[in-house]
């Protein structure tokens, strides 16, 4: 167990077993994002590597399209706000990876800072081990902007000379922890998403093929139809603005 992860999380809390699964498919930023909330939503926990079926540029909860849109304009991105917080990232590179802690009755997790280094403690762990030089970033750096990568945070990692190599967002719903991060700048070795679910916890169970389990397609599709796709949540107010009387 490394120091990071003793020194975030208490032990009773760690995950016994985390659940890892490599997408093989190419889905739309619309899927992913329903993909990782069905994933918070089950009693394991969860790591999810997944790639984008087309250029995509993400946004924290309270941001909007017209800002992302702005900081990375191009023809053809999707456009996509988390559930998660964070600030905009661009997806047209480097590796994406989403980890889940489950709610559980009596439970309490630690607030968002000690699970985000305990989470970054590990992905360090594994990106050293594959051959990246970083380190967790002990202050957040001066205040780059919106984009994501412009403003590193306390307990980013970073390269040598303190350039963003990985950045998340967190969400907690229920009880439950949602955490969506991103690797860019660097290249790590082949295996690196084993060697963060075992820096996760003491046992892997490797969850191969399209469907994580039993009729996620089906749920998925659902998600989008009447949550991610929905006008209400793409609008600037992503349903938070109130009907105006006539």
Not at 28 to 36: K, L, Q, S, V
Not at 89 to 98: E, I
Not at 171 to 176: I, K, L, T, V
Not at 203 to 226: H, K, M, N, S
Request: charged residues 20%; aromatic residues 10%; proline residues 7%.
């Amino acid at each position: 167990m490394s120091f990071e992860m003793q020194q975030s999380v208490p032990d009773g809390l760690l995950p016994q077993s985390i659940c890892l699964w490599c997408d093989p498919v190419l889905r739309t930023g619309y899927e992913n994002m329903a993909a990782d909330e069905l994933l918070s939503r089950r009693s394991e926990a969860w790591l999810r590597i997944y790639g984008w079926a087309k250029p995509a540029v993400s946004f924290g909860y309270f941001d909007s399209t017209p800002v992302a849109a702005s900081i990375f304009p191009g023809e053809g991105i999707e456009y996509i706000r988390r559930w998660t917080g964070g600030g905009i990232v661009d997806h047209r590179k480097g590796y994406t990876y989403t980890v889940t802690l489950p709610a559980k009755e009596g439970v309490i997790y630690p607030p968002a800072d000690r699970l985000y280094k305990w989470i970054h403690g590990a992905l360090a762990e594994a990106l050293i081990a594959s051959g990246v030089e970083c380190r967790l970033l002990v202050e957040d750096a001066p205040d780059g902007g919106r984009a994501c990568w412009a403003s590193p945070v306390a307990s980013d990692i970073v390269d040598a000379a303190g350039n963003k190599l990985a950045g998340a967002g967190q969400r907690r719903y229920r009880g439950a922890v949602l955490h969506q991060g991103l690797i860019q700048e660097c290249e790590p070795r082949e295996g690196w998403p084993q060697l963060l679910a075992a820096a996760l916890a003491p046992q892997v169970v490797v969850i191969e093929g399209d469907e994580p389990y039993p009729g996620f397609a089906v749920e998925l599709e659902e998600l989008c139809r009447t949550k991610y796709c929905t006008a209400q949540w793409n609008d600037e107010s992503h349903g938070r603005r109130r009907p105006t009387s006539s």
